[in-house]
């Protein structure tokens, strides 16, 4: 008969290298494109701010955006930079963000961060 301490040292080393299931990130869905032209107008203003280079409407718009939520393709951190895109009559920042790539890519969330969309201009 096998010790139960033996036992128990067997099965911590052979489930040693595995990751816990919650630890383990599945790739982002797959993203769908939109035209500008079919965004909130709002939206096509950002944008435009965004070529200008400003001057941005809230202080937060240009911060780097970590992708917590994990609906972009992975890149390293500093890769994606958040900017707001106004909501009428919404007193705060509201939920819409543009989200930009470093190669050039803009994406549009109208629910903040839990979708996205590549935008074509």
Known sequence: ???????????????????????????????????????PHEAAETVALIHKKGPYLHARDGVVFNNREGQLPK?????????????PGERTRGARRIVTGKKGEFYYSGDHYKTFRLIRE
Request: no cysteine.
């Open 75 to 87: 890149r390293e951190k500093g890769y994606y930079h958040e900017y707001t895109v106004r909501t």
């Open 1 to 39: 008969m096998i010790p139960r301490g033996l036992i128990a040292i067997a099965l911590a080393l052979a489930f040693a290298g595995a990751a816990p299931v919650a630890a383990q990130k599945a790739e982002p869905p797959a993203i769908q494109q939109v035209d500008l032209r079919d965004l």
